[in-house]
């Protein structure tokens, strides 16, 4: 039987032809296929290679989303057990080459897997999930400060989350942190991952602890969001961490991570928005993200307001200087009537 590396070496063998098979909404461009994204939508953003050593390794530049074709096959599918997508790849490779001149491919091209989009599969990932109270994900939040994580019901636990190196292509499961990105109707919509080290050190010990999963364009991870209510005031930031820290000391704001700086400048903004407070963050891809959103917001009559933590993010600033500091430093800087609104 082929392990996965090997799955995924057949699989660029025949680049091209996975390409127009799973991604028909794209086109060659080049030594390329690019498409709009994993969800087969036209655009750019997502380009595969063809040819040469590293034929099959594609990217997606609004997500960041990357790896080797056999996880396009997961992501276009929407799989989540490994075997499925291995058996999905096995079934690919026995089928005759698609007709290169077919622009879309059919019901009789596909298996009833790639039927799903990354969506639903998020969605039933979460559903595999439990409650987060009591669990390594509690203490891991806990320990960054964090005291009421188990309050927030977009935060879940799964205790044996599958994981598969991008580049050796060997998969394992670790216990990890699954928070719900939803959009502006409380939909589930994605699902961020953060995997755990099962001894209680921080983080797992891989490449890529931290990944998400399914519709995260304009969606984003929600604390204290009232569906389908007129929210006047909100914050917006990228990372989970960061905005959970906000949360905790205004545990009234509603707040949204966006959880990528390209996410976070493409937030839908919710009914009735008046004010948007954006957590700042210090690296050049963090301001890019709040400056398209600053740009957006003032287009629709919002006023972006930024927000500065004293050390390097905010999560920082909690555990490091105290909520009492951080209380203080953000009095400052919210407007009067938001002030006495969501800070103690």
């Known amino acids: 039987m082929l392990s996965a590396a090997e799955l995924a070496d057949r699989l660029a063998q025949d680049a091209e032809a996975v390409c127009r098979h799973y991604l028909s909404a794209g086109r060659r461009a080049g030594n390329y296929w690019l498409v709009g ?89 979460f559903r595999m999930t439990g409650p987060l109270a009591g669990t390594l994900a509690d203490s891991y939040l806990r320990e960054r400060g964090i005291l009421r994580p188990s ?56 490449d890529n602890p931290r990944r998400a999963l399914g519709g995260l364009l304009g969606n984003g991870v929600r604390f204290c969001f009232p569906v389908n209510a007129p929210i006047p005031v909100m ?45 700042a963050d210090a690296d050049a891809a963090g301001r890019h993200g709040i400056e398209a959103l600053s740009r957006r917001a003032q287009a629709e009559g919002i006023l972006p ?5 004293e050390l390097g993010d905010f999560n920082e600033d909690l555990r490091w200087l105290g909520p009492d500091q951080m209380t203080a430093s953000l009095q400052a800087q919210l407007v009067s009537e938001d002030a006495i609104a969501f800070l103690p």
């Open 305 to 309: 307001l930024v927000l500065s933590p």
């Open 151 to 206: 309050t927030h019901m977009a935060l879940r636990f799964h205790p044996a989350c599958y994981y598969r190196d991008l580049v050796t292509g060997r998969t394992s499961s670790y216990p990890a942190l699954i928070a719900a990105v939803t959009d502006s109707a409380g939909e589930i919509t994605g699902v961020h991952r953060s995997w755990l080290d099962p001894a209680g050190g921080g983080k797992a010990r891989v």
């Open 235 to 279: 914050a917006a930031g990228e990372g989970l961490e960061t905005m959970l820290s906000l949360s905790h000391v205004m545990p009234g704001m509603p707040i949204v991570a966006a959880l990528t700086a390209n996410h976070l400048a493409a937030l839908r903004f919710p009914r009735g928005c008046r004010r948007i407070y954006i957590a």
């Open 37 to 125: 994204d994993v969800d087969n939508n036209k655009g750019r953003s997502l380009y595969v290679r063809l040819t040469g050593p590293r034929a099959g390794r594609w990217t997606d530049a609004a997500t960041g989303q990357f790896g080797d074709l056999l996880d396009l096959v997961r992501e276009t599918c929407g799989l989540v057990d490994f075997r499925d997508v291995t058996e999905e790849a096995r079934h690919f490779l026995n089928l005759p080459r698609p007709d290169p001149l077919s622009s879309r491919r059919t019901d009789a091209q596909c298996s009833a897997a790639v039927e799903r989009p990354t969506a639903e599969r998020a969605r039933r990932l």
